[in-house]
């Protein structure tokens, strides 16, 4: 009996890093992801990031699921608006609509999530972060 519940599950597992290792192989659309290139917010404050990958190709939402009614379709136009703060997201606007604590983690729990920080951004656009206005040395 074992033997059989190992089996299974060793079968189980073969079949799920296969499926993993299938949607990895997947050439990213932007058409169907939206852009690969993350978004890197200044406003309100520096070096926030937003991935569609993870959120479409990841987690299977549509471009729909959050523009137009969160979003406009426009790489930051969020961050030029006045409400676009923590408490609004706090509240339930833009990403807040779903980082909720039910349907993702919520706005105010694992920041550096998002919050990558100086260091993250400088890492993401391939410079230093003392480039980047940073303290790092050099």
């Not at 597992?13 to 290792?21: I, N, Q, R, S, Y």
């Not at 136009?77 to 606007?93: I, R, S, V, W």
Request: aromatic residues 8%.
């Amino acid at each position: 009996m074992f033997a059989v519940v190992l089996g299974v599950l060793l079968l189980s597992g073969a079949w799920l890093m296969a499926a993993e290792e299938k949607k990895a192989a997947e050439p990213y659309d932007e058409d169907t992801y939206g852009p690969e290139a993350p978004i890197i917010w200044d406003k309100p404050v520096k070096s926030v990031v937003f991935d569609h990958k993870i959120h479409t190709q990841a987690n299977e939402l549509s471009c729909d699921s959050c523009h137009d009614d969160l979003f406009t379709m426009e790489a930051g136009a969020a961050q030029e608006k006045d409400d676009f703060t923590m408490e609004t997201l706090y509240n339930g606007g833009y990403c807040g609509a779903c980082h909720d604590g039910s349907t993702a983690f919520a706005s105010n729990k694992r920041c550096t999530a998002c919050h990558i920080g100086v260091r993250g951004k400088a890492r993401l656009e391939g410079g230093t972060a003392a480039a980047a206005g940073g303290h790092a040395k050099e």
